[in-house]
């Protein structure tokens, strides 16, 4: 099971950006999936996560500029990104909890990372 993120980039502040990520592989299934952050210096933090039933959960900066969604059928995640901040630099990991073919457990499994960086 590989996930594939995507969509990182320069933006200046105030600006949007879309992140995708896309898993692949021996997929039965997947739970919930999420998109975690690490700025220079600081612990890696959640910033958005979604059931598979499309609850969804926030960090507090984020909430009202962030949206993730998820399309169940290409296994793919995405957080579109608003109003963006300075303060939202950094390398942006998203993660999903998969159950794969032949296997009664989930596990949790980790994209690259895909870096956001606001500057002007």
């Known amino acids: 099971v590989q996930l594939q993120a995507s969509g990182g980039g320069l933006v200046q502040p105030g600006g949007s950006l879309r992140l995708s990520c896309a898993a692949s592989g021996s997929i039965f299934n997947i739970n919930d999936m999420g998109w975690y952050r690490q700025a220079p210096g600081k612990q890696r933090e959640s910033a958005a996560t979604?059931?598979?039933?499309?609850?969804?959960n926030y960090l507090d900066s984020v909430k009202g500029r962030f949206t993730i969604s998820r399309d169940n059928a290409k296994n793919t995640v995405f957080l579109q990104m608003n109003s963006l901040k300075p303060e939202d630099t950094a390398v942006y990991y998203c993660?999903?909890?998969?159950?794969?073919?032949?296997?009664?457990?989930?596990?949790?499994?980790w994209g690259q990372g895909t870096q956001v960086t606001v500057s002007s």
């Open positions: 993660n999903a909890v998969i159950r794969r073919f032949g296997s009664n457990s989930y596990n949790t499994y």
């Open positions: 979604i059931t598979s039933g499309r609850s969804t």
